[in-house]
């Protein structure tokens, strides 16, 4: 028998034929006719008591649609899938990613230099270190004005080339850690290939003082190589240069794939290695952060890991009953499986995190977006959720009239910092004021007869009525921190994996964005090459490139 497979799949059936399933299933047709309201009347201390602390986070889940009875079956279906086991199979460096038959160790990224993980007989955090330590004398170095461009002068600017978890964890981060930005350093980040972007990022850069970080795990992402190039043209032409020795000046590279980045041109002496056991969505805390080391500093960087490593040791010693980021995923998984929820908005009221519900919905969606089990067969329940959102209270003048006056269910959490970055006057007040006030709406809205009691006009009542019962989550930390960040990311990676668990599903590979890649490169020549067959593709796509080309003025 194949123990890794044992421990960390251990249905012999769907988890949906399971007695805990079951008992969900039962309990959720009785949840369904009670309102928060009442949940709230019948327990004076239930906003004190559906509470959690994970380090600095405090996480409140009274508003959801649960009662005591709620959390004890959706523990026990935890414990029926083993995901405690599950959970230590993933720390340990098991190939718990059975699809590709690899360790899944984001975790080790952020172990202190003193701890100890030998996986597949390799010494995981030596190696960990050694990375972080060329990383941090890289960055002193550029930080200092040591390191020079070809031309001479310092680096002021550092460009961050890549796609997907090369670019979403890092630009998220950047924007997050604003305020702690020092050394001055500034980074833009080019993703996209539509050419508009590299062009709108580097178009008023000055080549002899610009820094790219070419990041790619692979390092053979069309994307991320198309505007590698195109840096590499524009670098050479605006220095008046044609030799390797400005690359060198200008181009370090973050990847798992030495013999690509040589191949590229940039000198493995400034490349920075991970590992095949960091997932993409999952790689800011490796050499994948290195454009957000350069702006805020190794210190700093550090506090970023050292909040990760806290949660994880929550997530990996707490009981189920008392672990948040499980009895979050668990919730979430009430929701999608007991309530048909299928989205889930994450709602930051904090501008600073205005790319974290972009940066989340690869790792929840890559991670979850599954529908076959661990042995391959196909689920006969929902998977992961839409993930989306915007920061408060911005998205309060755009989609919450949905959330609070529609007709399907969104269950939202709330993410705020009692302390502001930037004190000015009362408008942190007033901000945190609407972060608060949209839960208690969302949650007990408002009836029929206190808008009567409002004197409102009959025929306008029906329109003003509050439904409410719309639950939240919300999670309150002290000040948004290089620290709470990391607690906040290793928050959210933890509850996919115990809705993954739940699911008995892989978070861990993303078959399903090949085929398009795959597709894209064979169409690539159908656009440029001089009448090119098109009896290959269907009739649509054809008259589609038809099109483009009459538009291109190509026959
Ligand atoms: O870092 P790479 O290898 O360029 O991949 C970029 C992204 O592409 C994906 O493979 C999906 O297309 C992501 O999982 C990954 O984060």
């Not at 988890?15 to 369904?32: G, I, P, S």
């Not at 995901?83 to 172990?111: K, P, Q, S, W, Y």
């Not at 056991?277 to 550090?302: C, E, M």
Request: proline share 4%; aromatic share 8%.
């Amino acid at each position: 028998m194949n123990v890794v497979k044992e421990k960390i799949d251990p249905m012999a059936a769907s988890v949906t034929t399971t007695d805990e399933w079951q008992a969900l299933r039962k309990h959720a047709e009785t949840m369904r006719g009670v309102h928060l309201r009442e949940l709230f009347a019948a327990d004076r201390r239930r906003g004190e008591r559906l509470t959690g602390e994970v380090a600095d986070l405090h996480v409140d889940y009274s508003k959801n649609l649960v009662t005591d009875e709620t959390l004890t079956l959706l523990t026990a279906l935890a414990e029926r899938v083993r995901l405690t086991d599950r959970i230590a199979a993933m720390f340990a460096g098991e190939h718990i990613n059975t699809t590709e038959d690899r360790a899944v160790l984001h975790t080790a990224l952020r172990l202190p230099r003193d701890a100890s993980l030998t996986v597949d007989g390799q010494d995981v955090v030596a190696d960990v270190h050694r990375v972080l330590d060329r990383m941090t004398a890289f960055a002193e170095r550029v930080r200092s004005g040591q390191w020079r461009g070809h031309t001479g002068e310092r680096i002021t600017t550092v460009v961050n080339i890549g796609i997907g978890g090369s670019d979403l964890g890092p630009v998220m981060a950047y924007e997050a850690l604003k305020a702690y930005r020092d050394g001055g350093i500034s980074c833009r980040f080019v993703s996209n290939i539509d050419p508009t972007d590299i062009h709108d990022k580097t178009h008023d850069l000055d080549p002899a003082t610009t820094l790219f970080v070419v990041v790619s795990k692979t390092f053979s992402t069309q994307e991320t190589l198309a505007n590698a190039n195109q840096a590499k043209t524009w670098l050479l032409s605006g220095l008046d240069a044609a030799d390797d020795a400005a690359i060198a000046r200008h181009f370090v590279a973050v990847s798992t794939n030495a013999q690509r980045v040589a191949d590229f041109g940039i000198d493995p002496e400034n490349m920075f290695g991970f590992w095949d056991w960091v997932g993409g969505r999952y790689s800011l805390p490796s050499a994948v952060g290195l454009s957000v080391l350069l702006a805020i500093g190794p210190d700093r960087f550090r506090e970023l890991l050292a909040g990760y490593h806290a949660v994880d040791e929550h997530f990996r010693t707490t009981p189920v009953e008392r672990n948040v980021p499980a009895l979050m995923g668990l919730l979430n998984v009430w929701y999608t499986n007991f309530f048909d929820a299928q989205t889930h908005a994450v709602l930051p009221y904090s501008q600073y995190l205005h790319r974290f519900p972009a940066y989340l919905q690869q790792l929840t969606m890559e991670s979850n977006g599954k529908s076959v089990t661990l042995d391959g067969t196909a689920v006969d329940h929902a998977t992961g959720e839409i993930f989306w959102g915007e920061p408060g209270t911005n998205g309060q003048h755009a989609f919450y009239q949905l959330i609070h006056q529609g007709t399907v269910l969104i269950p939202a959490d709330f993410i705020a910092f009692s302390r502001p970055n930037h004190d000015l006057g009362d408008m942190h007040d007033l901000f945190m004021s609407n972060f608060f006030a949209q839960t208690a709406a969302l949650a007990f809205g408002r009836t029929k007869e206190q808008v009567e009691a409002e004197g409102t006009k009959p025929e306008v009542v029906a329109h003003r009525v509050m439904p409410g019962n719309h639950p939240t989550t919300s999670i309150i930390a002290p000040k948004l921190t290089p620290s709470t960040l990391g607690q906040l990311i290793a928050l959210y990676e933890h509850i996919v994996f115990t809705e993954g668990a739940i699911w008995d599903i892989n978070p861990f590979d993303q078959w399903g964005v090949e085929l398009g890649k795959v597709m894209a490169n064979q169409l690539a020549p159908k656009l440029t090459g001089d009448a090119p067959d098109l009896s290959d593709v269907d009739s649509s796509t054809a008259a589609l490139i038809r099109r483009y080309r009459a538009e291109r003025g190509r026959a």
